[in-house]
């Protein structure tokens, strides 16, 4: 039995944990990380930028109203407008930390981006955003001395607190080894669910643990169907796939079909800068048809590809193809997940000493689709406030009970989910191939046990499922309209034992 109140827990150093972690100071860290710092995080490999209004010509109102527009009906308008106005005073703050932004002169060097009305992506580098970002913040990170980081340390299971509540984290250590880590507060930072999809561009560990984790402490899953496709993944057969970043098609590159026929100004007026889902639709129908989808950026970007997008030009050569003078080979690929643990817009999940930010989460700001760029932001505002609350919060008295780690996946097994999901939960779904899928998660889990990433994708099947209408990045062949009234989904453990087939609530008490 243990009084514990200061420590506080991080688990994940993406760009979430990592401003969270630095702005608790000076409350005591402890930082965990599944992967070794860098390695193991979606922010690493973001490519475009992060979304603020620097420009002479833009304003926060506007960035809100865009984020609004992109969400389609669903989107928190305080979560948005919050966003909208602390953005640019998180580029400033990232710059003065070591992250290097591109400037003209005195003004920042801006991209524009699908559905949003001004150039606005604050970039490093062409498409380096993210590794250089992450790289000023991991600097900073290993000299704060109010943070101590346990790099390969993975969370496993949260630890109930016997009166109420999370009373900290059962993890992993590198090497195999169990151990009770109690604290007062925990966060979750530990970012998306692409990896439970066979065709995904985040790092394929990425699988939802998160949000198995936080549902058994009675923790609300917000949104679980709205998974963002991104429409042009490079098809190259990598796993996962690297991505062509938007702001390709920015700089004015096209989407054509295999006998070079431009696809998109027939399908939206703003063509190739439609919003992401229905750009993603459209590369999977062509693909679907047989008639192919490429990203031709010969005459847009041509011989400056390599200067100005290193990272996809790399990606391009790993597969052999010189973006110069062949057009890309693209795919829609899993991409980003709205939805996520139900918060405020503190980071708080509802659940005593149990707190959430960074993609993981969802307080509603992305609605049913998420507005290019904007995740970047999410992580640092929303983060940042977090760690605000929780350099406040009253010291909390907790005693841990008892946390099992759940059952792993054997790979096989995995790939089967994998394959189901992108097959019945991909850019269209609908009731058959949804039912079906919830009993393969069901097969599995009857021959592997409760795995968090089966628990994670019963989220999302059921959450869509339920959703009988198309709305953002959710789209069923069989409802293929909006509803009048749209309101979010919200799920817990309960819901999930009352889908078809299920035993997992049993398994988990
Ligand atoms: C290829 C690509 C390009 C993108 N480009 C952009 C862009 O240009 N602009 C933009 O705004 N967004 C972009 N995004 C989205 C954005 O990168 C992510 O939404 C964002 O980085 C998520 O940050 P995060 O901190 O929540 O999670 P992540 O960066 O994914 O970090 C998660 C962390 O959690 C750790 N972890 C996971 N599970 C556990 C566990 N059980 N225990 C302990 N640690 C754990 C991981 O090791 C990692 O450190 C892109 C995403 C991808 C995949």
């Known amino acids: ?54 420009a002479d010509d833009d304003a926060p109102a506007l960035h809100a109203a865009d984020t609004i527009a992109a969400g389609a009906g669903l989107v928190d308008e305080d979560a948005a407008r919050l966003l909208a106005e602390a953005g640019p005073g998180e580029i400033e703050d990232l710059y003065a930390l070591g992250a290097p ?6 003004a920042w060097a801006l991209s524009r981006e699908a559905a949003h009305s001004r150039a606005r992506v604050a970039r490093v580098k062409g498409d ?47 090497v195999g080894g169990l151990h009770r880590l109690e604290a007062a507060d925990t966060v979750l930072a530990t970012g998306s669910l692409g990896g439970l999809y066979a065709v995904t561009t985040t790092p394929w560990t990425s699988q939802g643990q998160a949000l198995a984790m936080a549902t058994k402490l009675g923790a609300v899953i917000r949104d ?47 063509a190739e800068l439609a919003p992401r889902d229905i750009v993603a639709r459209a ?14 950026a010969r005459a847009a970007v041509g011989d400056t590809f390599p200067d100005r997008f290193p990272a996809v030009f790399r990606a391009c050569a790993s597969g052999r193809i010189d973006p110069r003078s062949q057009p890309i080979p693209v795919a829609p690929a899993a991409h980003y997940h709205m939805g996520g643990i139900e918060t405020d817009l503190d980071g708080f999940t509802g659940v005593d000493g149990l707190w959430a930010v ?25 983060g940042r406030r977090a760690a605000q609350r929780l350099r406040e919060a009253a010291p909390r008295s907790i005693h841990a009970g008892h946390g099992a780690a759940a059952p792993v996946l054997p790979d096989i097994a995995l790939q089967t989910l994998r394959g189901a999901m992108a097959r019945h939960a991909g850019v269209e779904r609908d009731k058959t191939g949804l039912e079906a899928l919830l009993a393969v998660v069901d097969q599995l889990e009857t021959a592997h046990g409760p795995a968090s990433a089966l628990i994670a994708a019963r989220f999302v099947a059921l959450g869509a499922l339920r959703r009988e209408e198309s709305r953002g990045g959710h789209h069923r062949r069989d409802f293929p309209q909006p509803q009048a009234r749209p309101a979010p989904t919200r799920l817990t453990l309960a819901d999930l034992a009352q889908a078809p087939a299920n035993r997992i609530l049993e398994a988990a008490e």
Do not use: Y
């Not at 860290?29 to 979304?51: D, E, F, K, Y």
């Open 224 to 270: 679980p169907e709205f998974v963002q496709f991104h429409p042009t993944a490079i098809d190259i057969g990598r796993d996962p796939a690297p991505l062509a970043t938007e702001a390709l098609r920015g700089e004015g590159a096209i989407l054509i079909d295999r006998e070079g026929r431009r696809f998109m100004p027939d399908i939206h007026p703003d």
């Open 128 to 174: 380096q955003a993210g590794a250089g970002i992450l790289a000023a913040l991991i600097d900073a990170v290993r000299q704060a001395h109010h943070i101590e980081l346990r790099e390969g340390w993975r969370g496993e299971a949260l630890l109930p607190a016997r009166e109420r509540g999370c009373a900290g984290v059962l993890a992993r250590d590198p």
């Open 283 to 296: 590369v999977h129908r062509q693909i679907q048809s047989g008639a192919g989808a490429f990203l031709d």
């Open 358 to 382: 960074g993609e993981c989460a969802s307080n509603g700001l992305h609605g049913a689709n998420r507005l290019a760029s904007n995740s970047l932001l999410d992580g640092l505002v929303f």
């Open 1 to 54: 039995m243990q009084a514990v109140t200061r420590p506080l827990l991080i688990l994940g150093a993406g760009i979430a944990g990592l401003w969270t972690a630095l702005h608790a100071a000076p409350r005591p860290v402890i930082l965990l990380t599944g992967a070794p710092l860098g390695r193991g995080s979606s922010t690493a490999w973001a490519q475009g930028g992060v979304a603020a209004a620097l």
């Open 101 to 106: 932004f591109e400037k003209d002169g005195e």
